[in-house]
């Protein structure tokens, strides 16, 4: 590591944000902060769109931080960098320096400079042409070419110093985490609700969980898996809470007095108070499914309107226009599907009806669940709801 070295975070949304960008500013450099705050100790501050993170002492582990900022919404794109004074001859010594071993490796190179302070005496191409030109003698192996280079060397001219650095990667994009307000996502152990509540986080929505356990029909592993999915989400959301809520009770009376064609649509009308009772008691202002229209029996048109008729709060659904391969790849993308695929049941899976209804009416669900004393179960639910704090180390900090 270069002793120098810091992070250039680029900003995306939140620049267009008028006169609440600096709330947002703020939201996401404390993020930020919380998010590399187990790396060492580091100056988090804001100039001209870009988010520096300084290390201060030799101790700070860079390569850890820099893989926390890719994961922080509202960051789209994180650099390595190299401060250094305004001047070309420091600029291409730092280049040289920093850059060293990425010029063994290119066959070819550009520079392309960009100028936030406007009172520098160079224009951007000015500046490019002069490093450009310093460089291909200093390394004589390696051509110039503007059109497809093997490396870009950028170089940024801010406020008190220039910076060099080689290609930032993509951030996660979004918003900071907290800016969206708070909704309760419904967490399976499935592909899909990991996603749906990484696609909510990323629009800056606070999430808490539920999840649904049926022992003795479902294992202390399923629990463990969807723990564990809720862990690899606190990379990018932060630390959460899972409401673990007993549904074994609910679903044997449903079993006992309901048609089987309605069980999971009963089913889900009773996940969908209890997580409206979560809601309203941690201040949520929204509810999230990890539901896509057709792609079982019930969420279908019909279906999704008779689970959704016994809740006043929105109700998100991020994936509803996705298909399966879609929700597949996302979550590859961010590391949920290895332990989605793991082979532990969850509560839907155990009482699914062999014919469900695919075409039900909101009032003959209705009918058929007035036999149960829904009141009563539901208070039942929450009165066992054992919630577990999931967080991304055993660091008491994060």
């Not at 862990?231 to 007095?257: D, S, W």
């Amino acid at each position: 590591m270069n002793n120098n070295e810091i992070l250039l975070l680029k900003l995306g949304e939140v620049v267009l944000k008028g006169l609440n960008r600096k709330a947002f500013e703020d939201k996401l450099m404390n993020n930020v902060r919380r998010r590399i705050r187990r790396f060492g100790d580091f100056r988090v501050l804001v100039r001209q769109s870009t988010i520096y993170v300084e290390p201060q002492g030799d101790a700070c582990d860079m390569e850890g931080a820099f893989a926390a900022c890719c994961q922080v919404f509202g960051v789209a794109a994180v650099a390595r960098a190299v401060p250094c004074e305004k001047t070309v001859e420091a600029i291409v010594d730092t280049a040289v320096a920093y850059l060293s071993d990425a010029f063994a490796a290119a066959r070819s190179f550009k520079v392309e400079s960009k100028r936030a302070d406007k009172l520098f005496p160079m224009t951007s191409i000015q500046l490019s042409q002069a490093v450009g030109g310093e460089l291909a003698e200093r390394f004589p192996h390696v051509s110039v070419d503007v059109h497809h280079p093997d490396l870009t060397v950028y170089v940024e001219i801010r406020e008190k110093y220039a910076y060099v650095h080689a290609p930032s990667v993509p951030g996660a994009g979004g918003l900071p985490v907290g800016m969206g307000g708070t909704a309760v996502s419904l967490l399976s152990g499935g592909l899909d609700s990991p996603v749906s509540s990484w696609m909510m986080a990323r629009r800056g929505v606070q999430l808490e969980m539920v999840h649904f356990v049926s022992p003795p029909y479902t294992s202390q592993q399923a629990l463990d898996k969807v723990l564990e999915l809720a862990r690899l989400l606190t990379a990018y959301c932060g630390r959460m809470v899972v409401h673990v809520i007993p549904f074994t009770k609910i679903q044997e009376e449903i079993r006992k007095n309901c048609p089987e064609e309605y069980f999971t649509l009963i089913m889900r009308r009773f996940m969908m108070r209890i997580s409206e009772a979560v809601a309203r008691r941690a201040g949520a202002g929204a509810l999230v499914t990890g539901e896509s229209l057709g792609q079982v029996a019930s969420q279908t048109m019909l279906a999704l309107g008779t689970t959704e008729d016994v809740t006043t709060l929105p109700v998100l659904r991020p994936l509803i226009g996705m298909d399966k391969v879609e929700i597949i790849r996302m979550a590859r993308q961010i590391g949920t599907y290895d332990t989605s695929i793991l082979p532990y049941e969850d509560c839907c899976t155990v009482f699914t009806p062999r014919h469900p209804c695919t075409r039900p009416k909101v009032e003959d669900v209705r009918e058929a669940e007035a036999v149960l004393d829904v009141d009563a179960l539901v208070e039942e639910a929450l009165a066992g709801d054992k919630w577990v704090r999931v967080k991304p180390t055993d660091d008491p900090r994060i």
